[in-house]
């Protein structure tokens, strides 16, 4: 089957600039995950959605950061206006969103390497 | 507060050596933890839960309630096996919603 997708793979901005990125989930999962990576850390989740609505955004600073999941299947991140510390690697994971804790498998996608300057 | 530490960075050993990659948490209750790996221009991906006592690739896991361990095992490393190894853990306030260590950077010599 095929993975999850996510574009741009890389992106350079400017600080104070607005830069969005976007994920296309794997057909019929249900849950959708954003985690952020900073160098030399392991990923932190942001936002969590299940089909188009939040589960979990408690780590989101949503004085810059904003995401929406349109029609419950592909998700858009927004971060606006960027700083220098929101320099990571942006990924994406989708599951299928079943019943069972601890069950459910997130599927990573490639993610977007955004540098701030 | 819930949270999971991995110690080393970087783990280095030669081919058939042993392997120990280490994962504390810091957790009461009754944890459910994973190990991630992500292999060089690879996609994080699941390695194997503790849930389900398997062996994948010949790497096995252990949780230790006592220690509050969940260590990474295999008795003998291959060249393949180098990758980042991450463990991570279910936190209990949330669905489904995963805490990750910093990870370990095995890399396993000829």
């Known amino acids: 089957e095929a993975g999850v997708a996510q574009s741009p793979r890389y992106k350079i901005i400017e600080k104070r600039q607005s830069v969005a990125f976007w994920c296309n989930p794997i057909s019929g999962h249900a849950t959708l995950y954003w985690y952020q990576q900073i160098l030399g850390q392991g990923p932190k989740l942001l936002i969590q959605f299940q089909n188009n609505g939040v589960v979990d955004d408690s780590q989101l600073p949503k004085d810059r950061f904003s995401a929406e999941r349109l029609k419950g299947v592909d998700s858009t991140l927004k971060i606006q206006p960027a700083k220098l510390e929101d320099s990571a690697v942006y990924l994406c994971?989708?599951?299928?969103?079943?019943?069972?804790?601890?069950?459910?498998?997130?599927?990573f996608g490639p993610g977007t390497r955004l540098t701030v300057l | 507060a819930q949270r999971v530490t991995q110690p080393e960075k970087l783990l280095s050993v030669f081919k058939g050596a042993p392997v120990e990659l280490k994962c504390n948490y810091s957790?009461?209750?009754?944890?459910?933890l994973f190990w991630y790996v992500q292999y060089s221009r690879q996609r994080l991906q699941l390695l194997l839960r503790?849930?389900s006592r398997e062996s994948i690739k010949g790497f096995t896991a252990d949780l230790n309630k006592g220690e509050t361990s969940f260590h990474l095992k295999k008795p003998f490393a291959q060249e393949e096996d180098s990758a980042m190894y991450y463990c991570a853990f279910l936190f209990s306030g949330g669905y489904n919603k995963l805490i990750f260590g910093a990870g370990t950077r095995l890399a396993v010599h000829p």
């Open positions: 994971a989708s599951s299928l969103g079943v019943g069972g804790r601890g069950a459910d498998t997130q599927y």
């Open positions: 957790y009461s209750g009754s944890p459910e």
């Open positions: 503790h849930i």
